[in-house]
C-alpha cells in the first residue's frame, strides 16, 4: 500500500518561511518523480515544484522560483520544499504528487497559512 505523508504546513507571517516534507512508503522511492502541487480556496491544483528520479532536475513554477526550494533524500524517503519569502498568496494546502510511467500518487494535503 503506497502512502504518502505530508507535513511541516502551519501559519506563518508574510516573508517567513516554512519547510515541507513528504515521506513515501510502499514504493520504490528512487524510481518515482516527485512533486508539490497546491491548491489554494476556489482555484484549481497547481503545479509548485518536481524532483526528476533520473537526473536529479528540479523544477518549479515562475511564481516560486527563487524561493521554493525542492529537495529529495533518498534514505529517508523524504522530498521535501522549502519555502522562503512566503507570500500571501502562497496560502494554500500543498500537496505532494509521486509519479511513474505506470503510477500516480497522491498525498492528503498540508495546510499553509500565510498572515499579513
Known amino acids: 500500500q503506497v502512502q504518502l505523508v505530508e507535513s511541516g504546513g502551519g501559519l506563518v507571517q508574510a516573508g517567513g518561511s516554512l519547510r515541507l516534507s513528504c515521506t513515501a512508503s510502499g514504493l520504490t522511492f528512487n524510481q518515482y518523480t516527485m512533486a508539490w502541487f497546491r491548491q489554494a480556496p476556489g482555484k484549481e491544483r497547481e503545479f509548485v515544484a518536481s524532483?526528476?528520479?533520473?537526473?536529479?532536475?528540479?523544477y518549479y513554477a515562475d511564481s516560486v522560483k527563487g524561493r521554493f526550494t525542492i529537495s529529495r533524500d533518498i534514505a529517508k524517503n523524504t522530498v521535501y520544499l522549502q519555502m522562503n519569502n512566503l507570500k500571501l498568496e502562497d496560502a494554500a494546502v500543498y500537496y505532494c504528487?509521486?509519479?511513474?510511467?505506470?503510477?500516480?500518487?497522491w498525498g492528503q494535503g498540508t495546510q499553509v497559512t500565510v498572515s499579513s
Open positions: 524532483h526528476v528520479h533520473k537526473d536529479g532536475s528540479t
Open positions: 504528487n509521486a509519479i511513474s510511467t505506470y503510477n500516480d500518487y
